[in-house]
């Protein structure tokens, strides 16, 4: 006697797959230094931070707070982004910008390097770097990316002028391109073969 199987139809794959695929990209609270305390000062060692598909967001506190680490001896906040492999991330942008006493003037300080942090607080140890203020706008063009593939990409955010800067940072993470189609074809393997049993 024949055994019945019931393997999942295709519909109710592509329906798993949505499901599955909203499980992951809520994104995630990467940093809150009012929580996980003052990112580093050392600008040889960052704090690493993975992130994951979806929004993920990064808060602290810049400036003369009573932490160290920038070249004026305010406080700097050193951040590693890892992105794993199969994602990309597609936009930086400052999802809050406050400040309190003081005027940072036209922005504060955002130096970009690849890889996992800096050797040094001259200009020739960074790639690139910008202003960051209040606008929504993406800041990976600024800082000469498009995006930013698997690996390491090492951040330092300071704020020289006599005031004290609260940020938000947004990082948007997608798959990279190409994965997503590849996942699809291998779902519908799977199916595949499952109707075939
Ligand atoms: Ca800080
Ligand atoms: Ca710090």
Do not use: C, K
Not at 2 to 15: E, H, N
Not at 79 to 103: C, K, N, Y
């Amino acid at each position: 006697m024949m055994t019945s199987r019931s393997p999942l139809s295709p519909a109710a794959a592509a329906l798993s797959l949505v499901w599955i695929g909203g499980q992951v990209a809520n994104g995630a609270v990467l940093w809150n230094e009012g929580v996980d305390g003052d990112l580093p000062g050392d600008f040889n060692s960052p704090q690493t931070l993975v992130v994951t598909p979806g929004e993920n967001t990064f808060s602290g506190r810049v400036g003369e707070n009573g932490n160290t680490g920038a070249t004026d001896g305010s406080d700097a906040d050193y951040l590693t982004i890892m992105v794993p492999d199969g994602l990309e991330v597609i936009s930086l942008s400052v999802q809050r910008f406050e400040f309190a006493v003081g005027d940072p003037g036209g922005g504060s300080f955002l130096a970009y390097r690849s890889g996992s942090g800096f050797a040094g607080q001259g200009f020739g140890d960074i790639d690139t770097w910008t202003l960051f203020f209040d606008s929504p706008l993406n800041l990976l063009p600024d800082l000469g990316q498009n995006s930013l593939g698997a690996g390491q990409h090492a951040f330092w955010l300071q704020e020289t002028n006599p005031t004290l800067v609260e940020y938000v940072f947004s990082i948007q993470t997608v798959p990279e391109p190409g994965v997503g189609a590849l996942g699809g074809i291998a779902a519908l393997l799977v199916v595949g073969r499952r109707r075939r049993i």
